[in-house]
């Protein structure tokens, strides 16, 4: 509807904003239903007695009015919606003629007066960021300003009045978050070139947050368009089973609407993030002077020039020489490694020119990164990745301390969607007694558990509730446990955090030979993960709780439990560097544009977590065998291989990766040299017989029509 008039840069931030007010409109309303529900509950703490007031009327009047006081949102952390900004508000009045009073609450005033739906909607989001101090300067408040037909906002309006921010497993921020990645994606292919100022493409986000791994600590992005690096973080976090909580978010970014789409991104997650007083410029306005970050993770613009005006030769960024002003290429990364932790890691996509290019002392900067043995690991990517681009790119891993005495999380082992776990695609009516007992855990199609896990905890098993008693309020050897807790695709019975530990109650259900699989191969996804996972039956701990009790607590105090170490050590990698050759991964998914499988991301991340600690490579979580899981690292002729800092000098510090793994090994076919000649060469004389009488035939048709040749 906006295309027509707009083009992509335009109407991606009228899309964008429509969204958010849907989405902050729907879960007040939700919130809203819900007070409704408790002021009429005579068990609930906001119960309103009817026997209290006169009449019928002055009930509902209070209830009216209990509904507009803000604290009963905030409490929830939900956004307080003014009621201009509603999205019924929005839709009912769109289509009214300018001039028109409409009788609302307005600040002040009880009415308001209709000029344009373009202001209507300027004025909803002024109102919202004037009652939420957290989303001030964020929303891009621009609609009156549109040089479009006012009618096509009001169906634009109607349109996305038909997505449905709620949903009773699903919780809305997750389904909002699925519905901006996906416009965030459409809209840098419609955009073309200018797209990848604000959009990395998922694929690649993906690899660099699963090799990096940032569970915890301050994580940074010193260019970071629209925030990709940090959802795909906390989606990550999640997964995993860790906590939001540990992770604190900085960033910066020089253009001012996409600074607010990184801002909006957030908010949208419940994230909370630092991206300074304001957009500015990384080079001149650094607005985290003083951060020293754990993570760093960055797609600055590639061969950015004249990027220096106004930076001083003698800026204590440049440990490790004077960038050139041609190429900003070594001042993204000195100015990153400037802002990194002394334990702390990163990676930042670069052109492929900036492994081996020697102009403006660049090479001499490489030269002393090496020698600094600041380099963990190089990944040469393959071509057409970016939207916006089709320069060859790479990825730089770079590591404060290479030696050994940081540990690290476990390795990455995403859990397989819709696999391992209980099935939940019945409905609970529908289920059979021993599946009612069970509860039937994992394998759902989303990431939003947290409605399916009140559920679960609603209708425990006697068994569960039984267990619950004796775990909660850290009675059981002072530990805390959560019960029904989610982890990544799965919800397990009762996890504890600091111990690392998952205990499952399994009904009759888990006997049949399909369920025991399928259990197995969950057991095997969570322990990868570095869980310990204990599993007993219902009628087990029925019959004999504290010999149940008695295990757990074994397990806890045992080697393999509370004393052993839960984080897998990093091995010394002082003096090396892991180069991958990455470039024939990936598939066609268009045209135009690759992308990588879910698999060519594992198989590069674990090559990588087994280098760094000479462990075998995590299980592939989809089953195919491909990714060299239950073997340590080795080279593999084409693919990766381990240097020195020796070898790397003798290649005159060059850190294209294709230079060190060399060409892939072709397998001997069996077939004689000699005969493999004799027949390749009779195959080539029928072809050269076959190609002279189609130019005969060829010659014999035209010369047919009068054309001789």
Request: charged share 30%; glycine share 8%.
């Amino acid at each position: 509807k906006l295309r027509s008039t707009l083009d992509a840069a335009q109407y991606k931030h009228a899309v964008l904003g429509l969204l958010f007010v849907k989405y902050v409109s729907d879960a007040f309303e939700i919130r809203r239903k819900e007070l409704i529900e408790q002021f009429q509950n005579p068990d609930h703490e906001y119960f309103l007695d009817p026997e209290d007031f006169g009449t019928d009327e002055e009930y509902r009047e209070e209830i009216a009015a209990e509904l507009e006081i803000r604290d009963y949102y905030t409490e929830k952390n939900v956004f307080w919606v003014p009621a201009l900004a509603r999205w019924n508000t929005l839709q009912n009045n769109a289509k009214l003629p300018p001039g028109t009073e409409i009788e609302i609450k307005n600040g002040q005033t009880n009415t308001y007066t209709m000029r344009s739906v373009g202001r209507l909607i300027d004025d909803a989001l002024e109102a919202i960021e004037k009652d939420n101090p957290k989303l001030k300067g964020i929303l891009n408040k621009q609609y009156g300003r549109l040089q479009i037909d006012q009618a096509k906002l009001g169906e634009l309006i109607d349109l996305i009045a038909t997505i449905p921010f709620c949903h009773k497993t699903m919780q809305a921020k997750d389904i909002l978050g699925h519905v901006y990645e996906y416009f965030l994606g459409q809209f840098a292919l419609a955009e073309g070139k200018k797209g990848g100022q604000f959009y990395t493409p998922k694929s690649i986000v993906t690899l660099i947050v699963e090799m990096l791994q940032p569970f915890q600590g301050r994580v940074y992005d010193p260019c970071m368009g629209s925030g990709g690096f940090f959802v795909q973080s906390e989606r990550f976090i999640k997964e995993r089973g860790y906590k939001l909580g540990d992770v604190s978010i900085y960033g910066q970014e020089y253009n001012h609407t996409t600074w607010q789409l990184a801002a909006m991104n957030m908010v949208i997650r419940g994230l909370d993030f630092n991206f300074g007083k304001e957009p500015a410029n990384t080079f001149t306005n650094d607005q985290h002077p003083d951060l020293r970050a754990d993570f760093i993770m960055a797609n600055p613009p590639f061969n950015m020039k004249e990027w220096d005006t106004g930076v001083g030769d003698d800026d204590p960024r440049w440990q490790y020489g004077r960038p050139p002003s041609g190429n900003a290429n070594f001042a993204w990364m000195q100015h990153m490694i400037y802002h990194l932790a002394p334990t702390g890691s990163m990676g930042l996509l670069l052109a492929n020119g900036a492994m081996s290019s020697n102009s403006g002392g660049e090479g001499e900067i490489r030269r002393r990164l090496i020698e600094n043995d600041l380099v963990e690991c190089m990944v040469a990517l393959p071509g057409q990745l970016f939207t916006n681009t089709q320069i060859p790119a790479c990825i730089w891993f770079l590591c404060r301390d290479k030696s050994g005495s940081k540990t690290k999380p476990s390795p990455p082992a995403p859990l397989p969607r819709g696999e391992g776990g209980n099935a939940t695609d019945q409905k609970w009516g529908e289920e059979t007694e021993d599946a009612k007992k069970d509860h039937y855990r994992g394998g759902f199609e989303f990431s939003g558990l947290l409605e399916e896990a009140r559920r679960l905890r609603e209708r425990q098993t006697p068994a569960e509730a039984m267990m619950w008693e004796l775990l909660r309020n850290q009675k059981f050897m002072g530990l805390k446990f959560r019960r029904q807790h989610q982890i990544g695709d799965y919800i397990v019975d009762f996890f504890c955090h600091s111990e690392r530990l998952a205990v499952e109650l399994d009904g009759g259900v888990h006997t049949t030979e399909d369920r025991r699989k399928k259990d197995q191969k969950r057991v095997k996804y969570l322990t990868s993960m570095g869980l310990q996972v204990l599993r007993f039956a219902n009628d087990e701990f029925l019959h004999a709780p504290q010999q149940v009790l008695k295990s757990i607590a074994d397990s806890i105090s045992s080697p393999s439990g509370r004393g052993r170490e839960r984080v897998n050590g990093l091995r010394d990698r002082r003096g090396e560097v892991l180069f991958l050759d990455a470039r024939n991964l990936g598939y066609m998914k268009d045209r135009v544009l690759r992308d990588f499988k879910r698999e060519d991301i594992d198989k590069i991340a674990g090559t990588f977590h087994a280098w760094q600690t000479q462990q075998e490579l995590p299980p592939s979580p989809f089953g195919r065998g491909d990714g060299g899981e239950g073997t340590k690292y080795e080279d593999v002729a084409g693919f990766c291989h381990s240097a020195t800092l020796d070898e790397i000098a003798k290649h005159d510090y060059v850190l294209t990766p294709g230079r060190y793994v060399g060409a892939p090994e072709e397998e001997d076919d069996g077939e004689p040299f000699a005969e493999k000649m004799a027949r390749l060469t009779a195959q080539l004389w029928e072809q050269f017989e076959q190609s002279a009488e189609l130019e005969d035939q060829i010659k014999r048709n035209l010369a047919g029509l009068g054309y001789e040749c």
